[in-house]
């Protein structure tokens, strides 16, 4: 298990310097929420993080940390890039990956979310890494299978490694590495978005000074969270006013618009959207100067986010997607430290 | 002491019964009188009952063995015909008897759905075949096959016995044909019994629409939804009773606080309504999908307001059980109690069970992608003695809510009640004594639930339907 880590030339072993601390440093079997995680748990990740990065710097990105365990990703809805960077990650780690993708429900298929998983996990599944288009998917999986699951995007819900490695990513370029007190702005399409989900409950935990703005349509139920606040206690900020969102503000993501929302009635037109909530070099210009500009992608350019915002000095969604394999395979080596040790 | 003797074996059900009670707290309904007493029981038929007094009271309290009449289910389904992996008339049958009824209303949406002659009289033959002196009452659909296009063969319904008519599972959508169906049921003296639901509101809804539904990210279920529809369809009944004054509507499954105040000024200004609500929303919150295992009251804060269970630190199931997704969605602790305060002041007039069994095929998979439905027949007694025990509801008022008020809602029927010479049909359950559901104990085919190994109060000891064994518990305390 923590021999995982101990290959790495040049870095400590996250684990096995607080396994032996009770309780362990990192508790967790199956990641599925960023909910669960502590700030030292988060920060874990992100250390473990910094030590994947320098292996994948190498000329040969390689490390023997999971050699012969079984990575099955099972999307059950199509993503390209978050498929290939979990694959990606599994690889630089030496495990064995099996990509499955399953087009249509799985009732449609007649078969169940269950027996997939028992069928991947009699074929060597020790990791299940899930993207599902249900919210809660992935614990109806982690209940009943024997390894680790990390989810890769549940319904609304849940997008954990996409939050972490937002997380990573914001902090590299932030003084002194902290959020704390830093305002960062999640614009757009909050009510679909899990990536929203997850990066509120790691932005809180961190510190920063939170604010979701999109148009009021897409805030559904989120006046009632920020009142009762993240975990009943972390506030953070909701409002439909764009250049009050941004003034001053550290960090802005903007999240994906899908096109259905104008067909389900929630908006009039992209174009009124792209209006009135895109994030365009003008309003960033309400901003501080080097606010940094992420996205989850894939972007729609002159719809949530202006094409010269979105490749422009300071965006930083490309080093998103190069953090992201660092994240997973940190990911990937922590939630395996524990359903390894528990195998044995 | 409470004295039960008497002894039977499980091929005696069906069988007339002999019993001897003494010392038990009894309970009827029907003429609003409750107090220790002794109650013998000859050949089906109560021969005595001794309410006792000064001494002989001594030390019998509501809070051990009580003795109740028959309970009355407004709204279950027992799948037969068409899924009866789920459930069949038999063990629907059973299984109401577990939970202290001697008769069941069975939803007409099996497939095909109940609406013909022909079907009551199948369903009536397996009641009869199963040997459970269990009465089964029919509702028939409302609309032909359920479809909400043209009415269904009410009268030919009506002349088979049916006690009234509904599309439950569904609502009767168009206005129009809501104004028909009350009108002509209302001519042949029954009852439309609606569920109340706006399915423009609810397409895709997982959740109640609230901050459970929003941090785990599922799709709202407004209350809206439901209290548009309870208002559109009193605003109906209004209309419909200027020419049919014998027109009655019967609602059920409320669970918002918004509909059961429609419900209240409805019956204040005397109109035909009646109501039901369901034990798991008086006693279960939204709360329960994100983990929570709190009872409703437990759940708000001395404001009134629904706490917040992240703040409370009060998760500690996993999140997203399917077996708690059901139609009308689990809602807020508000809800709850006010469906309680409805019961307590008579707007409510039953608490019925929405017993709703499915396969594990249908149950054990993604929360959004279970069929909603609790199989809570069973429990239903044990969580409307957890809400006595906590104080909310009188003894008595729960009793009549299980029994007298689904009769009166029913219009027709009327139980026995406690009464020497009468036929007994009647129930013994020990308040103070807890069980567990689970496969062990539960005699539903309905897969799961989300009381399944968490003790209750108030275990069935015995069921007497129609003067004979409908149910005994096999290890009698």
């Known amino acids: 298990m923590s021999s995982t880590l101990t290959e790495l030339d040049g870095g400590a072993d996250p684990v096995a310097e607080s396994s032996s601390e009770r309780p362990p440093a990192w508790p967790h079997r199956h990641l599925l929420d960023t909910d669960v995680l502590t700030w030292p748990q988060i920060e874990l990740v992100l250390d473990t993080a910094d030590v994947m990065a320098q292996i994948v710097a190498r000329r040969r990105p390689r490390s023997e940390a999971l050699r012969g365990i ?55 599944a020790r990791v ?24 890769a995007g549940d319904g609304r819900h849940a997008h954990p490694t996409q939050a972490l490695l937002d997380l990573y990513t914001l902090r590299r370029h932030l003084p002194g590495a902290s959020l704390r007190g830093r305002k960062v702005v999640i614009l757009g399409d909050v009510l679909h978005s899990r990536v929203a989900r997850s990066n509120l409950w790691t932005l809180t935990a961190a510190g920063a000074d939170v604010w979701l703005c999109g148009p009021s349509t897409l805030l559904r139920g989120f006046e009632g969270w920020a009142a009762a606040g993240v975990g009943g206690e972390r506030r953070f900020t909701v409002t439909s006013d764009v250049a009050a969102a941004l003034r001053d503000a550290d960090a802005v993501m903007a999240l994906r618009l899908q096109q259905e929302r104008m067909a389900a009635g929630l908006l009039p037109s992209l174009h009124e959207y792209a209006a009135r909530f895109g994030l365009t070099a003008e309003r960033l210009g309400l901003a501080r100067e080097g606010c940094l500009v992420l996205h989850p992608g894939p972007m729609n350019e002159g719809v949530e986010i202006a094409p010269e915002v979105a490749t422009g000095a300071q965006s930083r969604v490309t080093e998103q997607v190069a953090n992201g394999v660092a994240i997973r395979m940190a990911v990937l080596s922590l939630v395996t430290s524990v359903s390894l040790r528990d195998e044995a | ?37 002794d109650l013998v029981v000859r050949d089906g038929r109560v021969v005595s009952i001794a309410w006792l007094e000064g001494d002989e009271a001594n030390g019998i309290d509501a809070r051990g063995v009580v003795v109740a009449s028959g309970f009355v289910d407004l709204h279950a389904h027992l799948r037969e015909p068409g899924n009866e992996a789920a459930e069949t008339i038999a063990s629907g049958l059973a299984a109401a008897a577990h939970g202290g009824f001697t008769a069941v209303c ?49 009268g030919e319904l009506a002349d088979a016995g049916v006690v009234g008519f509904s599309d439950d599972g569904s609502p009767i959508q168009r206005p129009d044909l809501l104004r028909n169906a009350l009108a002509y049921a209302g001519m042949l003296g029954l009852p439309v019994i609606d569920h109340p639901e706006d399915l423009d509101q609810t397409s895709g809804a997982e959740a109640n629409d609230g901050l459970v539904a929003t941090v785990l990210g599922l799709r709202g279920w407004p209350a809206a939804a439901e209290a ?50 369901t034990p798991h929303h008086l006693a279960l919150t939204d709360e329960w999908i994100a983990g929570s295992r709190r009872w409703s009251w437990q759940a708000l804060d001395d404001a009134g307001r629904s706490r917040d269970p992240w703040r409370d630190g009060v998760l500690e199931a996993e999140p997203y059980d399917g077996s708690l997704r059901v139609n009308p969605p689990l809602r807020s602790a508000v809800d709850a109690r006010a469906c309680l305060e409805g019961l307590r002041d008579g707007t409510v007039d039953a608490i019925a069970s929405d017993h709703a069994p499915h396969t594990q095929v249908d149950k054990d998979v993604e929360f959004g992608l279970a069929r909603p439905g609790i199989a809570g027949i069973e429990t ?30 029913l219009g027709r029927f009327s139980p026995p009640g406690l009464v020497e010479g009468a036929v007994a049909d ?31 109060a108030g275990r069935v000891l015995l069921t007497i339907a129609g003067g004979r064994l409908a149910f005994e518990d096999a290890a009698p305390a």
Request: aromatic share 4%; proline share 4%.
């Open chain 1, 70 to 124: 079984g990575v099955t990703n099972l999307f059950y809805e199509a993503s390209t890039r978050t498929r290939v960077s979990f694959e990606v990650a599994a690889k630089h780690l030496s495990a064995d990956v099996v990509n499955v993708s399953v087009t249509g429900s799985s009732i449609e298929k007649g078969e169940s979310l269950l027996d997939t998983m028992r069928t991947l996990e009699s074929l060597g």
């Open chain 1, 128 to 151: 299940l890494v899930m993207r599902h288009a249900t919210s809660g998917a992935p614990y109806l999986v982690a209940r009943d299978f024997r390894g680790s699951v990390v989810n």
């Open chain 2, 1 to 37: 002491m409470t004295a039960v003797t008497g002894s039977r074996a499980a091929s005696d059900i069906g069988r007339a019964v002999d019993l001897d009670l003494s010392g038990a707290w009894l309970v009827d309904p029907a003429t609003r009188r409750q107090g220790p007493g």
């Open chain 2, 106 to 154: 069975a939803m007409p949406n099996t497939t095909p759905p109940i609406d013909r002659a022909a079907m009551v009289d199948a369903a009536r033959a397996a009641a009869v075949v199963s040997g459970s002196p269990v009465r089964l009452l029919q509702v028939g659909a409302a609309t032909a096959g359920r479809a909400g296009e043209q009415l269904a063969a009410l």
């Open chain 2, 228 to 277: 548009s529809a309870v208002a559109r369809d009193i605003e109906i009944l209004v209309e419909v009773g200027h020419d049919v004054p014998a027109a009655r509507l019967h609602l059920t499954h409320l669970s918002t606080a918004a509909s059961i105040e429609h419900v209240r000024h409805a019956k204040a200004a005397g109109l035909a309504v009646t109501c039901d609500v």
């Open chain 2, 380 to 409: 239903a007694l044990g969580l409307v003695l957890e809400a006595v025990d906590a104080g909310l509801l009188p003894l008595d008022r729960a009793i009549e809510a299980l029994t007298t008020g689904p009769a009166r809602a």
């Open chain 2, 426 to 456: 009647l129930v013994v359950f020990d308040r103070a004594a807890r069980w567990m559901p689970d496969a062990g104990s539960l005699l539903t085919r309905g897969w799961g639930g989300p009381l399944r190994g968490r003790s209750l």
